[in-house]
DNA sequence: GATGAATGAGAGTTCATTCAT
DNA sequence: CATGAATGAACTCTCATTCAT
């Protein structure tokens, strides 16, 4: 009755994997890293608290997981080719941020919640910070083909304000001038309309 | 002897009370309102964990005191007037911002930390909203003024690109392009150098 | 290997939460409600002060139910059919209400307790009333059949006496002329010997 | 100005630990012994709460202090030469009691709360025996000359009955039929009207 | 005699984690 | 693989008691 003869271990274990992160990202976001508890985050997947222990090692590993794979979701979004980055690729990214603000909005919050928790960050900085390097890296290429001289420097005040908007989108999308904050950028960075 | 007078008993409490809200701050903004613990707040003032509810009756009522506190603490800075506001203020308030975010890390870093925890932000919603509301309104009247067609969207979109740069200051202070920054906002606004 | 089968968890549970009421009903009876610590109960149960919250939501909750059902235990003997009710069975009451005391100490004991305070009372007196009042009215009525001219006030005095009677068997019973109240209650009411 | 130069100091101790003493029945009797607080009785007395450790060395002394004046005080009228005791003498005295009752609802209050609690008992029940003693002494004299073949046995019965109904009338004074039962007591014990 | 700031032990409660089944 | 009963440490908070003034 009991013991499984199937050999499909392994499909069960990363669906289920998949599920507890799902789950526990939904209540991250909802009530924070301390707020959120195990036997929520179990309730939430439809499963024993125990099994989850089956499955990630500590609360910690869970968040450290579960924002790494939402950093990469996120993110994976950022990545081009700045040699052949035109400016309409650059006003489709733009508009691709405040859409996935919308859609994705768990993966969204629980980012800018992490960065303002020094102890959270430590956990997981150094993978984040592999994730966004790069990204820089590539926005400051485009802005120096584009001839800014501090291309560094744009790459970052383009981040920060980036995420300005992302936060107070996120903080309350209702009264959040979206149309408007893309026009606005797109004339900051001379961008086709 | 003789027991102390009222005037003496008003003075610690008053210097303890303050004591006790600045170690609070300190642990909030580490380690966020669930993660600080009274222990832990009381042992960074050196007082014992009693003593800590002679003068505050939860720690809910000791975050929403250092927060409002907070708050007042850095949004005093932008008010003014908008019919009497000029370009050259406008530029100290910009470069004052930053200063700020310099002097006054731990208030900052909780501001933002607390825009992220959505219990955290039903404590003190009200509140921050009756200090932030007429700012956004000030700002609105100046864009007005300047000619802007959509000024409290203007005024939001600035305001969330403060909050951006801030942001990105207070999570990497020792990267970020300051003055850069600080010149890519008067190009924008049109502000004289 | 197999999980355990959702019957024996229901038996552990059943199991588990009697021992938790009858043990805190030991200690509440000894040191009253606000004298018994949740740690006593446990340690009385022998299992760890958390597990109490798994089967109770609070103190208060334990105490609720430790009362509900001793009161129910109790006074289910005091019910009967005034119209059929014979001075024969009016001796068994009173005979009855002896030996319970010496069987259910405790919660006659803790009746007596919980009557004296008043925050207590406040947590169960509706339900305590729901209990007692059915039986005032079955002996109003049964006095009234008897010929009282002032049933009601009969039922009320015969309560209070079989109430000091009980108090001062539980206060002492080694010395409780335990015989001679018996007979002494059949002459007040010309019962058969 | 501090040092008192005053030579009755005496004086001031004396009332000042009866105020204390009023305060604190007040208060056992309103929220029992471990719902009172040092800080509460100090505010109810007007005092510091300091002080009161000038006057007691304890709560539980405060306590003892209490239980044994406020036994006195209600015990004394029941002190009477047996020898000399008349029917009409008996009436007064269950008339007196629920005088008593009224009066000193406080002492009677926690006269039966305390006989509920078991650690409270030890502390003060030598002291309650040296003053009941006599008194079902007493009792058991005069049922002994009136001629009962179990004088002490009818003492304690009697005894009971008065406990249940001040119990009674404690519980629930408004509903309780004092008049009745006072009746009724002089029926069962052929008292003259 | 008198004050109340200060302490520290212990209260009720929560929860990440373990483990027998 | 899966369960949830069980633990124990840590949490927020209370309060009898002490002590400098």
């Known amino acids: 009755m009991c013991p499984r003869t199937s050999h499909q271990f392994e499909d069960i274990r990363k669906e289920k994997r998949h599920l507890i992160l799902e789950s526990a990202l939904v209540i991250f976001?909802?009530?924070g890293y301390h707020g959120a508890s195990i036997s929520i985050i179990a309730s939430e997947a439809g499963i024993s608290k125990g099994l989850i222990y089956n499955y990630f090692k500590s609360k910690e590993d869970i968040l450290k997981e579960?924002?790494?794979g939402g950093f990469e979701h996120i993110f994976q979004h950022y990545r081009f080719d700045p040699q052949t980055f035109t400016p309409k690729e650059f006003v489709n990214l733009i508009e691709l941020t405040f859409d996935l603000l919308?859609?994705?909005h768990s993966h969204w919050k629980i980012y800018f919640s992490?960065?303002?928790q020094t102890e959270v960050m430590e956990i997981i900085q150094d993978k984040l910070m592999d994730i966004?390097?790069?990204i820089i890296e590539d926005f400051k290429a485009y802005f120096k083909k584009l001839g800014?001289?501090?291309p560094l420097e744009e790459a970052r005040f383009f981040g920060a304000i980036?995420?300005?908007l992302s936060l107070s989108y996120i903080t309350d999308?209702?009264?959040f001038p979206k149309e408007y904050c893309i026009n606005r950028l797109k004339s900051i960075y001379n961008l086709p309309l």
Do not use: Q, R
């Open 29 to 31: 976001a909802k009530k």
């Open 66 to 68: 579960t924002l790494i």
């Open 102 to 104: 919308e859609k994705d």
């Open 114 to 116: 992490v960065l303002m």
């Open 132 to 134: 966004l390097f790069p």
């Open 148 to 150: 800014y001289e501090k």
């Open 162 to 164: 980036i995420d300005g």
């Open 173 to 175: 999308p209702e009264n």
